[in-house]
């Protein structure tokens, strides 16, 4: 497609439940990104991907959260027993090539209640 | 460590009013200065990237410039469908963008 494709657009979990998100990148893009945007605008990157590798999970935090960009499937952001502060909205965003323009998706607010 | 700081945090124009939004970087292996447009609700939207020092980037009433510390979005004779927030970003070398908190620009007719 010629968007990054995010879904779902919001999600509401309970607290301890899990969330997986999902995010269809621009066709034809190796380098998919994920981000999370709390408050008003501070985002915080989590993990890349080239291709079906991860390429950088620096931001990461090591437990609750997993991600994966398997072929074929759209890429996946999972957060296990999800807590208050996971909530935000999950930017995904891809580009051709690592270091060009990044064309991000719509987000997918999630609310942890 | 990285950082990106926009100022001002927020800036009220009237239209035609010309006037400058600055971002400081201090990124190590910078890979490239972005600015993004971000609407309530949407996702940042791609205006200009710059890779090195001395240059600029025009885009109707949008000029980006670089210098080794600093990066400006000029804007000039703005108007109100240029009511955004604008997000500064320095790529690092594993291309990852770090995001300054961005300025809120609102526009009056």
């Known amino acids: 497609g010629e968007e990054v494709a995010q879904t779902p657009k919001h999600l509401v979990r309970g607290e301890g439940q899990k969330a997986k998100l999902y995010c269809a990148p621009i066709?034809?893009?190796?380098?998919v990104f994920w981000y999370q945007q709390v408050l008003k605008n501070e985002f915080k990157f989590l993990i890349s991907?080239?291709?079906?590798?991860?390429?950088?999970e620096t931001g990461m935090p090591k437990e609750r959260f997993s991600a994966k960009c398997l072929p074929n499937s759209p890429c996946s952001l999972e957060i296990q027993a999800t807590k208050l502060e996971d909530s935000a909205v999950y930017f995904c965003?891809?580009?051709?090539?690592?270091?060009?323009?990044?064309?991000f998706g719509q987000g997918t607010r999630l609310t942890v209640v | 460590e990285d950082q990106v700081t926009q100022s001002p945090e927020a800036l009220r124009l009237q239209e035609g009013e010309s006037s400058s939004l600055n971002c400081s970087y201090t990124?190590?292996?910078?890979?490239?200065l972005f600015w993004y447009r971000q609407d309530p609700g949407k996702g940042p939207e791609f205006l200009f990237t710059?890779?090195?020092a001395g240059e600029e980037k025009e885009k109707e009433r949008l000029k980006a410039t670089l210098t080794k510390k600093e990066s400006f979005l000029h804007i000039t004779a703005p108007k109100p469908e240029d009511s955004a927030t604008y997000l500064c970003?320095?790529?690092?070398?594993?291309?990852?963008?770090?995001f300054g908190k961005g300025t809120s620009l609102l526009v009056t007719p």
């Open positions: 965003a891809s580009n051709p090539a690592g270091n060009t323009e990044a064309f």
């Open positions: 066709k034809g893009h190796s380098y």
């Open positions: 991907f080239q291709n079906e590798n991860v390429f950088d």
């Open positions: 990124v190590s292996g910078l890979r490239g």
């Open positions: 710059l890779y090195s």
């Open positions: 970003a320095g790529a690092n070398s594993g291309y990852a963008l770090n």
